[in-house]
Protein backbone atom coordinates (compact mmCIF):
# COMPACT_ATOMS: atom_id res chain seq x y z
CA UNK A 1 0.00 0.00 0.00
CA UNK A 2 1.49 3.43 -1.43
CA UNK A 3 0.69 6.15 1.84
CA UNK A 4 0.58 9.42 1.66
CA UNK A 5 3.41 10.95 3.54
CA UNK A 6 2.44 14.53 3.30
CA UNK A 7 2.87 16.50 6.81
CA UNK A 8 -0.26 15.93 9.17
CA UNK A 9 1.10 17.65 12.49
CA UNK A 10 4.07 20.34 12.64
CA UNK A 11 4.98 21.29 16.04
CA UNK A 12 7.86 24.19 16.39
CA UNK A 13 9.54 25.64 19.29
CA UNK A 14 6.81 24.48 22.17
CA UNK A 15 7.31 26.23 24.68
CA UNK A 16 4.46 24.65 27.77
CA UNK A 17 4.95 26.64 31.40
CA UNK A 18 3.31 25.02 34.69
CA UNK A 19 2.19 26.49 37.86
CA UNK A 20 4.04 26.05 41.09
CA UNK A 21 1.36 27.96 43.43
CA UNK A 22 3.66 31.46 43.45
CA UNK A 23 5.11 31.53 39.49
CA UNK A 24 5.12 29.93 35.82
CA UNK A 25 8.41 27.65 35.48
CA UNK A 26 9.04 25.95 31.93
CA UNK A 27 8.28 22.44 31.45
CA UNK A 28 8.79 22.06 27.86
CA UNK A 29 11.56 24.08 26.74
CA UNK A 30 11.34 24.64 22.63
CA UNK A 31 10.80 21.39 21.65
CA UNK A 32 9.74 20.72 17.63
CA UNK A 33 8.03 17.85 16.16
CA UNK A 34 7.14 16.71 12.32
CA UNK A 35 4.72 13.40 12.16
CA UNK A 36 4.01 12.62 8.11
CA UNK A 37 0.46 10.76 7.52
CA UNK A 38 0.98 6.86 8.30
CA UNK A 39 4.57 7.44 10.40
CA UNK A 40 4.87 6.15 14.14
CA UNK A 41 7.44 8.76 16.27
CA UNK A 42 8.68 7.24 19.71
CA UNK A 43 8.55 9.16 22.50
CA UNK A 44 10.71 8.11 25.60
CA UNK A 45 12.50 9.51 28.31
CA UNK A 46 12.61 9.13 31.88
CA UNK A 47 9.32 10.22 34.16
CA UNK A 48 8.64 13.97 33.78
CA UNK A 49 10.50 13.98 30.51
CA UNK A 50 7.67 16.08 29.08
CA UNK A 51 6.49 12.87 26.76
CA UNK A 52 2.86 13.07 28.02
CA UNK A 53 2.91 16.84 28.24
CA UNK A 54 3.55 17.12 24.58
CA UNK A 55 1.36 14.22 23.73
CA UNK A 56 -1.82 16.75 24.96
CA UNK A 57 -0.16 19.61 23.39
CA UNK A 58 -0.62 17.25 20.17
CA UNK A 59 -4.39 17.77 20.50
CA UNK A 60 -4.14 21.45 21.42
CA UNK A 61 -4.95 20.67 25.17
CA UNK A 62 -2.57 21.87 28.00
CA UNK A 63 -3.13 19.72 31.48
CA UNK A 64 -4.82 21.89 34.90
CA UNK A 65 -2.03 24.06 36.07
CA UNK A 66 0.09 24.05 32.69
CA UNK A 67 -0.28 26.23 29.63
CA UNK A 68 1.00 26.69 26.29
CA UNK A 69 3.29 29.93 26.62
CA UNK A 70 4.97 30.16 22.99
CA UNK A 71 5.33 27.98 19.45
CA UNK A 72 3.42 26.42 17.12
CA UNK A 73 0.95 23.24 16.86
CA UNK A 74 -0.09 22.47 13.36
CA UNK A 75 -2.45 19.70 12.23
CA UNK A 76 -3.02 19.37 8.94
CA UNK A 77 -2.99 23.06 8.26
CA UNK A 78 -5.12 24.36 11.06
CA UNK A 79 -3.27 26.12 14.15
CA UNK A 80 -3.86 24.83 17.32
CA UNK A 81 -2.79 27.43 19.34
CA UNK A 82 -5.16 29.74 18.17
CA UNK A 83 -8.18 27.31 17.32
CA UNK A 84 -11.25 27.73 19.41
CA UNK A 85 -12.02 25.65 21.83
CA UNK A 86 -15.08 24.60 19.52
CA UNK A 87 -13.01 23.71 16.23
CA UNK A 88 -10.37 21.76 18.63
CA UNK A 89 -12.98 19.84 20.33
CA UNK A 90 -14.70 18.94 16.76
CA UNK A 91 -11.21 16.96 16.02
CA UNK A 92 -10.34 15.39 19.09
CA UNK A 93 -12.31 11.86 18.81
CA UNK A 94 -12.81 11.75 15.48
CA UNK A 95 -9.20 12.99 13.79
CA UNK A 96 -7.42 12.74 16.89
CA UNK A 97 -7.27 10.10 19.61
CA UNK A 98 -5.95 9.29 22.73
CA UNK A 99 -5.20 6.11 24.49
CA UNK A 100 -4.78 6.68 28.02
CA UNK A 101 -1.94 4.70 30.40
CA UNK A 102 -4.58 3.59 32.93
CA UNK A 103 -7.69 2.01 30.97
CA UNK A 104 -9.36 1.48 34.73
CA UNK A 105 -8.91 5.02 35.40
CA UNK A 106 -10.32 6.12 32.60
CA UNK A 107 -13.53 4.28 31.25
CA UNK A 108 -16.99 5.19 33.28
CA UNK A 109 -17.53 2.52 35.62
CA UNK A 110 -21.58 2.98 35.58
CA UNK A 111 -21.53 2.71 31.74
CA UNK A 112 -21.19 -0.59 29.85
CA UNK A 113 -17.64 -0.95 27.45
CA UNK A 114 -19.82 -0.95 23.96
CA UNK A 115 -21.92 2.22 24.89
CA UNK A 116 -18.93 4.12 25.85
CA UNK A 117 -16.95 2.91 22.44
CA UNK A 118 -20.06 4.40 20.45
CA UNK A 119 -20.32 7.85 21.82
CA UNK A 120 -18.13 9.27 19.73
CA UNK A 121 -19.19 7.80 16.18
CA UNK A 122 -22.83 8.59 17.32
CA UNK A 123 -22.10 12.22 18.61
CA UNK A 124 -20.16 13.29 15.36
CA UNK A 125 -22.65 11.58 13.33
CA UNK A 126 -20.11 8.81 11.67
CA UNK A 127 -22.39 6.07 12.22
CA UNK A 128 -25.57 4.71 13.87
CA UNK A 129 -25.77 2.60 16.50
CA UNK A 130 -26.13 -0.78 15.11
CA UNK A 131 -23.13 -0.11 13.13
CA UNK A 132 -21.39 1.38 15.47
CA UNK A 133 -21.99 -1.47 17.61
CA UNK A 134 -21.08 -3.90 15.02
CA UNK A 135 -17.46 -1.72 14.13
CA UNK A 136 -16.83 -2.14 17.96
CA UNK A 137 -16.89 -5.66 18.05
CA UNK A 138 -15.01 -5.92 14.76
CA UNK A 139 -12.25 -4.07 16.12
CA UNK A 140 -12.35 -6.15 19.55
CA UNK A 141 -11.85 -9.13 17.60
CA UNK A 142 -8.93 -8.04 15.89
CA UNK A 143 -7.65 -6.94 19.14
CA UNK A 144 -7.99 -10.68 20.13
CA UNK A 145 -10.67 -9.52 22.96
CA UNK A 146 -12.49 -12.60 23.81
CA UNK A 147 -16.03 -13.80 23.04
CA UNK A 148 -15.53 -10.26 21.00
CA UNK A 149 -19.83 -10.23 20.32
CA UNK A 150 -20.22 -10.17 24.18
CA UNK A 151 -17.35 -8.39 26.20
CA UNK A 152 -18.81 -5.03 25.42
CA UNK A 153 -21.92 -5.17 27.10
CA UNK A 154 -20.19 -5.89 30.28
CA UNK A 155 -19.07 -3.00 32.89
CA UNK A 156 -15.44 -1.91 32.92
CA UNK A 157 -14.82 -3.39 36.33
CA UNK A 158 -15.81 -6.79 34.42
CA UNK A 159 -12.68 -7.58 32.67
CA UNK A 160 -9.12 -7.87 33.47
CA UNK A 161 -7.21 -4.96 33.35
CA UNK A 162 -5.28 -5.78 29.95
CA UNK A 163 -8.78 -6.82 28.39
CA UNK A 164 -9.69 -3.19 29.42
CA UNK A 165 -6.33 -1.64 27.98
CA UNK A 166 -7.21 -3.11 24.36
CA UNK A 167 -10.78 -2.39 24.53
CA UNK A 168 -9.66 1.41 25.31
CA UNK A 169 -7.35 0.82 22.15
CA UNK A 170 -10.55 -0.02 20.06
CA UNK A 171 -12.78 3.45 20.88
CA UNK A 172 -9.39 5.51 19.88
CA UNK A 173 -9.74 3.66 16.17
CA UNK A 174 -14.04 4.07 16.52
CA UNK A 175 -13.56 7.01 14.46
CA UNK A 176 -10.76 6.10 12.09
CA UNK A 177 -8.45 9.30 13.47
CA UNK A 178 -6.00 10.90 11.27
CA UNK A 179 -3.43 10.58 14.58
CA UNK A 180 -3.50 7.96 17.40
CA UNK A 181 -1.55 9.36 21.14
CA UNK A 182 -0.42 6.27 22.33
CA UNK A 183 0.44 7.26 26.35
CA UNK A 184 1.71 3.77 27.07
CA UNK A 185 -0.82 1.70 26.25
CA UNK A 186 0.76 -1.98 26.58
CA UNK A 187 2.17 -1.03 30.30
CA UNK A 188 -0.34 -3.02 31.58
CA UNK A 189 0.19 -5.96 29.62
CA UNK A 190 1.23 -9.40 30.15
CA UNK A 191 3.74 -10.22 27.34
CA UNK A 192 1.85 -12.38 25.42
CA UNK A 193 -0.97 -10.18 25.18
CA UNK A 194 1.37 -6.90 24.43
CA UNK A 195 2.11 -8.94 21.27
CA UNK A 196 -1.04 -9.36 20.19
CA UNK A 197 -1.93 -5.54 20.94
CA UNK A 198 1.22 -4.02 19.10
CA UNK A 199 0.47 -6.31 16.24
CA UNK A 200 -2.78 -5.17 16.19
CA UNK A 201 -1.57 -1.37 16.80
CA UNK A 202 0.66 -1.81 13.82
CA UNK A 203 -1.70 -3.72 11.52
CA UNK A 204 -4.58 -0.74 11.83
CA UNK A 205 -2.08 1.93 11.18
CA UNK A 206 -1.02 0.35 8.27
CA UNK A 207 -4.23 -0.39 7.12
CA UNK A 208 -5.82 3.62 7.56
CA UNK A 209 -2.52 5.09 7.35
CA UNK A 210 -2.86 6.37 10.86
CA UNK A 211 0.00 8.84 11.86
CA UNK A 212 0.89 8.00 15.84
CA UNK A 213 3.19 9.34 18.44
CA UNK A 214 3.99 6.40 20.80
CA UNK A 215 4.74 7.15 24.58
CA UNK A 216 6.64 4.56 26.35
CA UNK A 217 9.44 3.80 28.71
CA UNK A 218 9.90 0.33 27.67
CA UNK A 219 12.91 0.66 24.76
CA UNK A 220 12.36 -2.63 23.23
CA UNK A 221 8.94 -2.18 22.68
CA UNK A 222 9.60 1.49 21.13
CA UNK A 223 11.73 -0.77 18.92
CA UNK A 224 9.17 -2.45 17.39
CA UNK A 225 6.63 0.16 16.61
CA UNK A 226 8.16 3.25 15.66
CA UNK A 227 9.88 4.84 12.51
CA UNK A 228 11.44 7.59 14.45
CA UNK A 229 12.53 7.92 18.19
CA UNK A 230 12.57 10.99 20.00
CA UNK A 231 14.77 11.44 23.44
CA UNK A 232 13.67 13.94 25.62
CA UNK A 233 14.89 14.77 29.40
CA UNK A 234 13.41 17.59 31.62
CA UNK A 235 11.54 19.22 28.88
CA UNK A 236 14.00 19.58 26.12
CA UNK A 237 14.97 16.82 23.14
CA UNK A 238 18.17 14.85 23.77
CA UNK A 239 18.12 13.38 20.27
CA UNK A 240 16.41 12.38 17.62
CA UNK A 241 16.89 9.74 14.51
CA UNK A 242 15.57 7.00 13.14
CA UNK A 243 15.04 3.47 15.21
CA UNK A 244 17.62 1.77 13.56
CA UNK A 245 20.54 4.43 13.74
CA UNK A 246 18.61 5.56 17.51
CA UNK A 247 19.43 1.76 18.85
CA UNK A 248 22.45 0.90 16.89
CA UNK A 249 24.51 4.15 17.75
CA UNK A 250 22.64 6.76 20.22
CA UNK A 251 24.87 9.85 20.22
CA UNK A 252 24.00 11.02 23.52
CA UNK A 253 25.02 9.79 26.90
CA UNK A 254 21.91 10.11 28.30
CA UNK A 255 20.34 7.97 25.24
CA UNK A 256 23.14 5.23 26.39
CA UNK A 257 22.51 5.30 29.99
CA UNK A 258 18.81 4.34 28.85
CA UNK A 259 19.74 1.62 26.41
CA UNK A 260 21.79 0.66 29.77
CA UNK A 261 18.90 0.24 32.78
CA UNK A 262 18.08 -2.83 34.43
CA UNK A 263 21.34 -3.84 35.91
CA UNK A 264 19.85 -4.28 38.94
CA UNK A 265 19.35 -8.32 40.16
CA UNK A 266 19.96 -9.49 43.57
CA UNK A 267 21.47 -12.66 44.52
CA UNK A 268 18.66 -15.84 44.54
CA UNK A 269 18.42 -16.62 48.30
CA UNK A 270 17.33 -20.52 49.07
CA UNK A 271 14.44 -21.53 51.42
CA UNK A 272 15.87 -21.39 55.30
CA UNK A 273 16.18 -24.87 56.50
CA UNK A 274 15.43 -24.36 60.31
CA UNK A 275 11.62 -22.89 59.61
CA UNK A 276 8.57 -23.80 57.50
CA UNK A 277 6.73 -21.17 55.19
CA UNK A 278 5.58 -17.52 56.66
CA UNK A 279 2.22 -18.38 53.88
CA UNK A 280 1.06 -21.30 52.30
CA UNK A 281 -1.89 -21.57 49.68
CA UNK A 282 -3.00 -24.81 50.01
CA UNK A 283 -5.18 -26.26 47.16
CA UNK A 284 -7.37 -23.20 46.70
CA UNK A 285 -9.95 -23.11 44.02
CA UNK A 286 -12.08 -20.05 43.77
CA UNK A 287 -14.64 -18.22 41.78
CA UNK A 288 -16.69 -14.96 41.48
CA UNK A 289 -20.23 -14.88 42.54
CA UNK A 290 -22.24 -15.87 39.59
CA UNK A 291 -19.00 -17.00 37.86
CA UNK A 292 -17.16 -19.67 36.52
CA UNK A 293 -14.27 -20.78 38.77
CA UNK A 294 -11.11 -18.62 38.47
CA UNK A 295 -8.36 -20.34 40.72
CA UNK A 296 -8.39 -24.13 40.14
CA UNK A 297 -6.24 -26.34 43.26
CA UNK A 298 -3.77 -23.86 43.85
CA UNK A 299 -1.01 -24.01 46.35
CA UNK A 300 2.52 -22.98 46.90
CA UNK A 301 4.77 -21.31 49.82
CA UNK A 302 6.70 -18.35 50.69
CA UNK A 303 9.32 -18.46 53.50
CA UNK A 304 10.32 -15.17 55.34
CA UNK A 305 12.34 -12.64 53.61
CA UNK A 306 12.40 -14.47 50.19
CA UNK A 307 10.68 -13.25 47.08
CA UNK A 308 8.63 -15.19 45.62
CA UNK A 309 7.14 -14.05 41.90
CA UNK A 310 4.05 -15.32 40.42
CA UNK A 311 3.67 -14.75 36.50
CA UNK A 312 0.79 -15.55 34.09
CA UNK A 313 -0.79 -13.78 31.34
CA UNK A 314 -3.73 -11.37 32.07
CA UNK A 315 -6.30 -13.73 33.65
CA UNK A 316 -4.59 -16.19 34.82
CA UNK A 317 -5.33 -15.68 38.20
CA UNK A 318 -2.30 -14.03 39.95
CA UNK A 319 -3.80 -10.77 41.34
CA UNK A 320 -7.07 -13.07 41.91
CA UNK A 321 -4.70 -15.48 44.14
CA UNK A 322 -4.07 -12.51 46.08
CA UNK A 323 -7.43 -11.41 47.22
CA UNK A 324 -7.70 -15.04 48.35
CA UNK A 325 -4.94 -14.59 50.51
CA UNK A 326 -6.11 -11.05 52.30
CA UNK A 327 -9.23 -12.55 52.80
CA UNK A 328 -10.90 -10.38 49.89
CA UNK A 329 -12.28 -13.19 48.26
CA UNK A 330 -12.94 -16.17 50.23
CA UNK A 331 -12.11 -19.80 48.46
CA UNK A 332 -14.14 -22.29 47.74
CA UNK A 333 -11.84 -24.91 49.05
CA UNK A 334 -8.22 -25.01 50.47
CA UNK A 335 -6.98 -22.94 52.98
CA UNK A 336 -4.69 -20.15 53.24
CA UNK A 337 -2.12 -20.46 56.34
CA UNK A 338 0.38 -18.12 58.09
CA UNK A 339 3.29 -19.97 59.92
CA UNK A 340 1.16 -22.85 59.78
CA UNK A 341 -1.96 -21.80 61.15
CA UNK A 342 -5.01 -21.58 58.88
CA UNK A 343 -6.28 -17.97 58.42
CA UNK A 344 -10.35 -17.14 58.47
CA UNK A 345 -11.28 -17.27 54.78
CA UNK A 346 -12.84 -13.75 54.79
CA UNK A 347 -10.90 -10.74 56.43
CA UNK A 348 -14.16 -9.77 58.23
CA UNK A 349 -13.29 -12.76 60.69
CA UNK A 350 -9.26 -12.03 60.67
CA UNK A 351 -8.03 -10.46 63.91
CA UNK A 352 -6.63 -6.90 63.87
CA UNK A 353 -3.42 -8.70 64.22
CA UNK A 354 -3.80 -11.38 61.23
CA UNK A 355 -4.97 -8.41 58.62
CA UNK A 356 -1.93 -6.51 59.80
CA UNK A 357 0.36 -9.12 58.74
CA UNK A 358 -0.36 -8.83 54.99
CA UNK A 359 -0.55 -5.83 53.10
CA UNK A 360 -0.42 -4.69 49.47
CA UNK A 361 1.07 -2.12 47.28
CA UNK A 362 -0.81 -1.57 44.25
CA UNK A 363 -0.09 -1.39 40.49
CA UNK A 364 -2.06 2.19 39.69
CA UNK A 365 -0.06 4.41 42.63
CA UNK A 366 -2.67 7.24 40.66
CA UNK A 367 -5.79 5.17 41.68
CA UNK A 368 -4.49 3.72 45.24
CA UNK A 369 -4.00 7.34 46.72
CA UNK A 370 -6.78 9.57 47.59
CA UNK A 371 -5.63 12.37 45.92
CA UNK A 372 -7.33 15.38 48.46
CA UNK A 373 -5.56 13.47 51.27
CA UNK A 374 -2.12 14.69 52.61
CA UNK A 375 0.65 12.31 52.58
CA UNK A 376 1.18 12.39 56.02
CA UNK A 377 -2.36 11.18 56.79
CA UNK A 378 -2.28 8.50 54.17
CA UNK A 379 0.62 6.83 55.74
CA UNK A 380 -0.19 7.96 59.33
CA UNK A 381 -3.95 6.17 58.99
CA UNK A 382 -2.46 2.46 59.41
CA UNK A 383 -0.05 3.61 61.77
CA UNK A 384 -3.02 5.03 63.59
CA UNK A 385 -5.22 1.76 63.28
CA UNK A 386 -2.97 -1.09 63.61
CA UNK A 387 -0.55 0.70 66.51
CA UNK A 388 -2.74 3.30 68.00
CA UNK A 389 -0.24 6.16 67.38
CA UNK A 390 -1.42 9.83 67.90
CA UNK A 391 -0.27 13.23 68.43
CA UNK A 392 3.86 13.83 68.20
CA UNK A 393 4.40 10.07 67.99
CA UNK A 394 2.39 9.39 65.05
CA UNK A 395 4.35 12.44 63.21
CA UNK A 396 7.54 10.83 64.34
CA UNK A 397 6.53 7.60 62.88
CA UNK A 398 5.07 9.42 59.59
CA UNK A 399 8.55 11.18 59.41
CA UNK A 400 10.40 7.98 60.16
CA UNK A 401 8.52 5.85 57.02
CA UNK A 402 8.87 8.74 54.72
CA UNK A 403 12.91 8.74 55.53
CA UNK A 404 12.77 4.16 54.82
CA UNK A 405 11.09 4.95 51.31
CA UNK A 406 13.84 8.06 50.40
CA UNK A 407 11.74 11.08 50.68
CA UNK A 408 12.86 14.13 53.08
CA UNK A 409 9.79 14.30 55.57
CA UNK A 410 9.99 18.52 55.33
CA UNK A 411 9.27 18.23 51.86
CA UNK A 412 6.78 15.45 51.40
CA UNK A 413 4.52 15.93 54.90
CA UNK A 414 2.29 18.35 53.91
CA UNK A 415 1.98 17.31 50.05
CA UNK A 416 -1.20 15.66 47.87
CA UNK A 417 -0.82 12.68 45.59
CA UNK A 418 -1.04 14.66 42.41
CA UNK A 419 2.15 17.00 43.24
CA UNK A 420 4.31 14.00 42.88
CA UNK A 421 5.92 12.24 40.09
CA UNK A 422 4.75 8.48 39.42
CA UNK A 423 7.75 7.09 41.40
CA UNK A 424 6.83 9.27 44.59
CA UNK A 425 3.48 8.22 44.67
CA UNK A 426 4.82 4.06 44.67
CA UNK A 427 7.13 4.69 47.38
CA UNK A 428 4.25 6.52 49.13
CA UNK A 429 2.42 3.56 48.53
CA UNK A 430 5.41 1.55 49.67
CA UNK A 431 5.14 3.53 53.06
CA UNK A 432 1.48 2.80 53.91
CA UNK A 433 2.22 -1.06 53.78
CA UNK A 434 5.23 -0.53 55.75
CA UNK A 435 3.13 1.19 58.34
CA UNK A 436 1.27 -1.38 59.55
CA UNK A 437 4.47 -3.16 60.47
CA UNK A 438 3.81 -6.59 58.35
CA UNK A 439 5.68 -9.24 57.87
CA UNK A 440 4.45 -10.28 54.12
CA UNK A 441 3.77 -8.01 51.39
CA UNK A 442 1.71 -8.49 47.82
CA UNK A 443 3.37 -6.25 45.60
CA UNK A 444 0.84 -6.19 42.58
CA UNK A 445 2.47 -5.20 39.21
CA UNK A 446 4.42 -1.93 41.52
CA UNK A 447 7.02 -1.23 38.39
CA UNK A 448 4.70 -2.04 35.67
CA UNK A 449 3.74 1.83 35.29
CA UNK A 450 7.18 3.69 36.16
CA UNK A 451 9.75 4.45 33.61
CA UNK A 452 12.91 1.90 33.51
CA UNK A 453 15.15 4.22 35.33
CA UNK A 454 12.37 4.73 38.10
CA UNK A 455 11.40 1.18 37.95
CA UNK A 456 14.88 0.27 38.98
CA UNK A 457 15.07 2.43 41.85
CA UNK A 458 11.65 1.18 43.18
CA UNK A 459 13.21 -2.85 42.81
CA UNK A 460 16.13 -1.49 44.64
CA UNK A 461 14.65 0.18 47.34
CA UNK A 462 12.15 -3.11 47.67
CA UNK A 463 15.18 -5.28 48.25
CA UNK A 464 16.77 -3.05 50.52
CA UNK A 465 13.31 -3.09 52.95
CA UNK A 466 13.42 -6.76 52.70
CA UNK A 467 16.66 -7.07 53.92
CA UNK A 468 16.42 -4.38 56.92
CA UNK A 469 13.07 -5.57 57.83
CA UNK A 470 13.17 -9.17 56.75
CA UNK A 471 9.95 -9.08 54.73
CA UNK A 472 8.74 -11.89 52.13
CA UNK A 473 7.16 -10.76 49.12
CA UNK A 474 4.47 -12.03 47.00
CA UNK A 475 5.78 -10.10 43.48
CA UNK A 476 2.77 -10.18 40.69
CA UNK A 477 4.26 -9.34 37.41
CA UNK A 478 4.10 -9.77 33.69
CA UNK A 479 7.74 -8.41 33.37
CA UNK A 480 10.27 -11.39 33.15
CA UNK A 481 12.99 -8.77 33.64
CA UNK A 482 11.64 -7.88 36.68
CA UNK A 483 11.31 -11.32 37.64
CA UNK A 484 15.19 -11.70 37.27
CA UNK A 485 15.57 -8.77 39.58
CA UNK A 486 13.84 -9.65 42.39
CA UNK A 487 12.86 -12.98 42.30
CA UNK A 488 14.20 -15.67 44.50
CA UNK A 489 11.65 -18.73 43.15
CA UNK A 490 8.75 -18.35 40.62
CA UNK A 491 5.26 -19.66 39.98
CA UNK A 492 3.92 -19.61 36.48
CA UNK A 493 0.13 -19.74 36.15
CA UNK A 494 -1.90 -20.23 33.11
CA UNK A 495 -5.58 -19.80 33.52
CA UNK A 496 -6.24 -20.00 37.33
CA UNK A 497 -3.47 -23.37 37.60
CA UNK A 498 0.13 -23.20 38.59
CA UNK A 499 1.76 -25.18 35.75
CA UNK A 500 5.22 -24.48 36.95
CA UNK A 501 6.90 -23.60 39.90
CA UNK A 502 10.76 -23.67 41.08
CA UNK A 503 13.75 -21.36 41.77
CA UNK A 504 14.65 -18.44 40.21
CA UNK A 505 17.89 -19.97 37.76
CA UNK A 506 15.76 -23.19 37.76
CA UNK A 507 12.72 -21.69 36.01
CA UNK A 508 15.24 -19.10 33.47
CA UNK A 509 17.29 -22.08 32.33
CA UNK A 510 15.68 -25.35 29.47
CA UNK A 511 13.79 -27.08 29.51
CA UNK A 512 10.37 -25.30 30.21
CA UNK A 513 7.02 -26.02 30.58
CA UNK A 514 5.55 -25.05 26.87
CA UNK A 515 3.58 -22.03 28.72
CA UNK A 516 6.70 -20.90 30.37
CA UNK A 517 8.55 -21.17 27.55
CA UNK A 518 5.64 -18.94 25.23
CA UNK A 519 6.44 -16.32 28.04
CA UNK A 520 10.10 -16.30 27.58
CA UNK A 521 9.67 -15.95 23.94
CA UNK A 522 7.86 -13.27 24.20
CA UNK A 523 10.11 -10.98 25.86
CA UNK A 524 10.15 -8.13 23.54
CA UNK A 525 14.11 -7.79 22.02
CA UNK A 526 16.02 -4.98 21.38
CA UNK A 527 15.69 -5.39 17.52
CA UNK A 528 13.90 -3.30 15.38
CA UNK A 529 13.00 -6.82 13.35
CA UNK A 530 12.01 -8.73 16.20
CA UNK A 531 8.06 -8.51 16.50
CA UNK A 532 7.81 -9.25 12.26
CA UNK A 533 10.35 -12.16 12.94
CA UNK A 534 8.38 -13.69 16.12
CA UNK A 535 4.46 -13.31 14.05
CA UNK A 536 6.18 -15.20 11.03
CA UNK A 537 7.64 -17.68 13.30
CA UNK A 538 4.38 -18.50 14.94
CA UNK A 539 2.46 -18.13 11.56
CA UNK A 540 1.09 -14.87 12.34
CA UNK A 541 0.20 -12.78 9.14
CA UNK A 542 -2.41 -10.49 9.80
CA UNK A 543 -4.01 -10.37 13.39
CA UNK A 544 -7.45 -9.11 11.52
CA UNK A 545 -8.16 -12.13 9.69
CA UNK A 546 -8.66 -14.13 12.71
CA UNK A 547 -4.90 -15.60 13.68
CA UNK A 548 -4.03 -16.59 16.92
CA UNK A 549 -0.83 -15.89 19.05
Same mark, same amino acid.
Given at each position: ???????????? #??????????????????? #??????????????????? =??????????? +? !?????????????????? /????????????????? @???????????????????? /??????????????????????????????????????????????????????????????????????? *?????????????????????????????? *??????????? =??????????????? #????????? @????????????? &??????????????????? +?? @?????????????????????????????????????????????????????????????????????????? @??????????????????? !?????????????? =?????????????? &?? =???? !???????????????????????????????????????????????????????????????????????????????????????????????????????? *???????????????????????????? +???
Amino acid at each position: MVHDKSVLLDIE #DLRIEGYTGEDWVPIIKGV #DLKLHRGEVMGLIGESGAG =KSTIGAAAMGY +A !RDGTRISSGSIEFDGMEL /TTATEGEKRALRGSRIA @YVAQSAAASFNPAHKIIDQH /TEAPLQYRIQKRIEAQEDAMDLYERLRLPNPQEIGFRYPHQVSGGQLQRAMTAMAMACRPDLIIFDEPTTA *LDVTTQIEVLAAIRDIVDQFNTAAIYITHD *LAVVAQMADTI =KVLLKGEEVEQASTE #DMLENPQED @YTKSLWAVRSFEK &PQKSRPTDEGPLISVKNVS +AA @YTGGAKVLDDVSFDIYKGMTVAVVGESGSGKSTTARCITGLLPPMSGEILFKGEALPPSYLNRSKDQLRQAQMI @YQMADTALNPKVRISEIIG !RPAQFYSGLSGAAL =KHRVDELLDLIELE &PS =KYYN !RYPPELSGGQKQRIGIARALAAEPTFIICDEVTSALDQLVAEGILKLLDRLQSELDLAYMFITHDLATVRSIADEVVVMQQGKVVEQGAKDQMFTPPHHPYTDL *LLSSVPEMDPNWLTDLLEERGIENLGEG +AEV
